[in-house]
């Protein structure tokens, strides 16, 4: 006993700058997500309720000409790094600067989006979060006196806490902050770090009383061999849709930057392009986040034939036409439809290929399976993310060295 | 649409290749899993059998002297590649001579283990599944033609497949063969074969019968933080815990190859030194597989405060004198015990802090914080995976650098 005593307290002592380094990082992450998740919270809060408000106004996607020139102004007049999709701005910046964001990418990130979305951009609400939680990190590193490394680990807490504040689910965060700097490797060093900050961030929102949605997936188990081979035949469906939505979403915003007009005169056609939608439509679908198509979907109805489709269109105009918002939410309608439409292609459950679906072109587009894999089970459930796992890896693989972060760097072959 | 249409189709086309690749290793991994899971099912199916048949002859566990004997001899005789523990001889392998393995060390490894677990070794059943496994794939390999670089691929999915035929965990399975070759590394590459085979292993030894358990953990969230902060105690305990593991494991071992002892003196010696343990201990807790003790702690009632270090003893002598078998169902057991006994100290949950012991011990020992986290959400449900990935997270950091798994190559440093 007297041996066992010793070994344990030499090992304590040998094993004191490990736990002490430990230790710090946790504390340093719970202060990344609780900053966060506020910061992500009061966001979200002040979405919805302009979302809610907006909705009661009869046409009030009339006004979404004007929200991209607004949104467009506040960005180039006050924070030109504030521009693109949140989560592509953090990776490049935590490639080619060392994780510095200019801490006035916050307040214009965060009205930039929420005029966008309220007006009924088609973005998503994760990537400004992230880019809100990499700049709130980054300036707390800033006051802090953090080196570079040190730096860049708090700012990847920033995405992790800012994905899990939206999703509400903080492996998932923690995991897609680790895999969505490079390609084909995984940031072990800034997990315990990005894990905390996720869950922090999670309790945070959780109690400023954002909602996070879990879904009940019903689908039956009979034949699993079959249900192997569905999922990969939907892998590679997901994967190649992954593909043609990367050269949409660059297509288009290639297209707009060639045209030979002003900025604010193209965002304001833009916009109109988002108006015109709702009224050869007659649908709200394609404008805004859309998230009631997705719980449409993933309640086990048919959508529309066109609705993917349409839904890369309005996006991609968004974001190319000088909109502010992220790609995830986009991201999970585009996939859960494809998915839908898929099943009813082939006879297969709704919800459930709409939910796998949903999952599998989030680990295509954004080149993160292991992240796509943890949603699907905190979303959906174990066996979703059982077996969804197999569509998340295919097609991930399909979609080759392609992505909708082109900041990402290949780190290794997917082959 | 025609626009759409030809897209896709040059899609399609330009991707060929790598959807072909795809197709072609999910059939190959469809092959491992279907030739390990056989393979491990005879055998996991030949192990209860016996054990069971055992368990009826008073004092059978007298015969482990001779057991660890007639062990060692069939491994020295027939295949010197099957000796040690199953995971680090393949782990070896896949480094040092591109993944091949004698096909001797299959029938070698099956009957040795048989022998040594059947009589009361203390060893697991794991490792020598994924060195049959691995054994299997190689030889499988070699008839196919493949070149190193395949075979490597094919051989990982051999341990994929041995982990989710013992433990009916198919993800956890996949993501464990990726993680455990390097520390701080994850091989995406191998993630979808690897999956596959774990998925078809699974489901053939579940249809020959062989049992997989999942347990059912009740706990309380009503106070979040301060279960999050449990867990990070819990995880520096459990870190610490399996730096001791392995300063005992090769300590013991190295002291008995520095004994100026025949080999089946050692194995005699090492065998009757389990025969007095269970003579002084009064128990059959310390021999064998052990998983009553596991079970027993799992579902909530306290273990004795010796188990672990006992168990870590009867461990290493069985292993370090010659019997035959895995790490992984004795690191569950001490990791369990150990979680257990902590709760006991701290008035923690006793079914929580053993079923995210027995994980958070797996990610220090094995160096795999993502598989112990999927094992524990794939046995214990979402929620117990939740907080106890934290656990796990920081018992991974707190072990540093050392392993169980020597052959383990550091390809970044933890901090």
Redesign the interface.
């Known amino acids: 006993m007297k041996l ?1 005593q010793s ?2 307290l030499r ?2 002592f040998a ?1 004191t700058f ?2 002490l ?2 230790l710090k990082w ?1 504390f340093l992450a719970i202060i990344a997500g609780v900053l966060v998740g506020g910061v992500s919270g009061v966001f979200l809060k002040t979405l919805d309720y302009g979302i809610s408000q907006a909705s009661m106004i009869p046409l009030y996607y009339l006004a979404i000409p004007a929200a991209f020139m607004v949104s467009l102004y506040l960005v180039r007049r006050f924070a030109p790094d504030a521009r693109g999709h949140g989560t592509e701005k953090v990776i490049e910046s935590l490639h080619k600067k060392d994780g510095e964001i200019d801490t006035r990418v916050i307040p214009v990130k965060l009205f930039a989006t929420l005029i966008t979305l309220i007006a009924g951009g088609s973005a998503g609400k994760e990537g400004p979060c992230a880019q809100i939680g990499a700049g709130v990190a980054s300036t707390a590193a800033r006051i802090f006196r953090m080196g570079p490394i040190n730096r860049k680990r708090f700012v990847l807490c920033g995405i992790s806490a800012g994905f899990s504040a939206v999703f509400g689910t ?2 998932a965060g ?2 897609f902050a680790g895999e969505v700097i490079y390609v ?3 940031s ?2 800034e ?2 770090p990005a ?2 900050a996720s ?2 961030s999670f ?1 945070v929102t959780k109690n400023m009383g954002v909602t996070h949605l879990i879904y009940q997936i019903d689908f039956d188990i009979t034949n ?2 079959a249900l ?1 081979f569905n999922m ?1 035949f939907l892998g ?1 469906i997901i994967g ?1 849709v992954a ?2 939505f990367i ?1 949409v979403l660059y297509g288009i915003e290639r297209t707009i930057e060639k045209i030979p007009l002003g900025g604010y005169t193209k965002a304001f056609w833009g916009g109109l392009f988002l108006v015109l939608v709702v009224f050869f439509t007659g649908s709200l679908d394609y404008v805004g986040l859309g998230t009631h198509v997705i719980d449409h979907a993933l309640a086990g109805n048919a959508v529309a034939p066109e609705s993917s ?1 349409l839904k890369m269109i309005t996006t991609s105009i968004t974001l190319g036409s000088g909109g502010s918002g992220g790609i995830l939410t986009p991201i999970f309608f585009i996939g859960a439809t494809a998915g839908n439409i898929w099943a009813q292609l082939v006879g297969g459950n709704l919800a459930l290929y709409s939910a796998v679906g949903m999952c599998a072109f989030l680990a295509a587009t954004t080149n993160t ?2 992240a796509a ?1 943890l949603i699907a ?2 979303l959906f ?2 066996d979703v ?2 077996y969804g ?2 569509a998340c ?2 097609s991930y ?2 979609v ?1 060295h392609m992505s909708v972060y082109p900041s990402q760097v290949l780190s ?4």
């Open positions: 066992v070994t344990i090992i304590l094993n490990i736990i380094s430990t946790f903080p492996i923690a995991i084909g490797k995984f072990y060093r997990l315990m894990l905390i869950y922090f309790f699993e061999i192997v990969l590679i190649i593909i043609f050269y489709l399976p292991l894999i089970i905190e459930g174990v993310g059982s796992s197999i890896i295919v693989l399909i080759g290794e072959n997917k082959t």
